[in-house]
Nanobody, 123 residues
Framework: RVQLVESGGGSVQAGGSLRLSCAAS????????MGWFRQAPGKEREGVAA????????YYADSVKGRFRISQDDANHTVYLEIISLKPEDTAMYYC????????????????WGQGTQVTVSS
């Protein structure tokens, strides 16, 4: 079955950390990009990080560099997004997505999407 399942979101205080997980079917795990996006209420969906699981190359939005880390677990077909020093502005629904072919890693036009996991950061 082709699917992406996110987990790991929650409510945390500013300064805390979270690790989001995205369990992917094998077919999607080998996509060109496995990406993490977020969407806050009233805002557009934005790409925050992506990884090419074949070569291990990683990509980050400038706004999250140094606080977000994307990684992969080949044995479990899982991509992680570790977030440290959380800020209230990180509050959003976080989505995992798979882009099979190409394009820009940060554009929210990936082929497959998970259902999302909510991250809420209180000050």
């Amino acid at each position: 079955r082709v699917q992406l399942v996110e987990s790991g979101g929650g409510s945390v205080q500013a300064g805390g950390s979270l690790r989001l997980s995205c369990a992917a079917s094998e077919y999607l795990y080998n996509a060109n990009y496995m990406g993490w996006f977020r969407q806050a209420p009233g805002k557009e969906r934005e790409g925050v990080a992506a990884i090419n699981t074949d070569g291990g190359n990683t990509y980050y939005a400038d706004s999250v560099k140094g606080r977000f880390r994307i990684s992969q677990d080949d044995a479990n077909h899982t991509v992680y997004l570790e977030i440290i020093s959380l800020k209230p502005e990180d509050t959003a629904m976080y989505y995992c997505a798979a882009e099979l072919y190409g394009g820009s890693w940060y554009r929210p036009d990936y082929n497959y999407w998970g259902q999302g996991t909510q991250v809420t950061v209180s000050s």
